[in-house]
């Protein structure tokens, strides 16, 4: 069975730090663009951070550039998003998808804020509030 797993997500400060995982099972992330999206409550689906299982090439939305680090555990299965300095308009439900890199590269991915015939994972809730 095919399936994403995120886990990592709770409730932190102002300022704090997150590490989300996205473990995938069922199938392997090579060639593969695994990509970070999110959305707020009354808000549209963003994509946050993408890479490539190729390459290692990345892409992350201003919102989180300098803050946020996307990377591939050594198993090759699993991808992290490292997240420091979180602000409240950081609250949302995170979740990782992937897709096939000949579909399309990580930064379209992000931009489309979703994958094109991929997988998604359940999702995982991150609350920053004092």
Same mark, same amino acid.
């Given at each position: ?30 060639? #593969? ?18 890479? %490539? %299982?190729?390459?290692?090439?990345? #892409? #992350? ?12 555990? +050594?198993?090759? +299965? ?5 997240? +420091? ?46």
């Amino acid at each position: 069975q095919v399936q994403l797993v995120e886990s990592g997500g709770g409730l932190v400060q102002p300022g704090g730090s997150l590490r989300l995982s996205c473990a995938a099972s069922g199938f392997t992330l090579d060639y #593969y663009a695994i990509g970070w999206f999110r959305q707020a409550p009354g808000k549209e689906r963003e994509g946050v951070s993408c890479i %490539s %299982s190729f390459d290692g090439s990345t #892409y #992350y939305a201003d919102s989180v550039k300098g803050r946020f680090t996307i990377s591939r555990g +050594n198993d090759k +299965n699993t991808v992290f998003l490292q997240m +420091n300095n979180l602000k409240p308009e950081d609250t949302a439900v995170y979740y990782c998808a992937a897709q096939p890199l000949y579909r399309s590269s990580p930064q379209a991915m992000c931009i489309a804020s979703a994958p094109f015939r991929g997988y998604w994972g359940q999702g995982t809730q991150v609350t920053v509030s004092s």
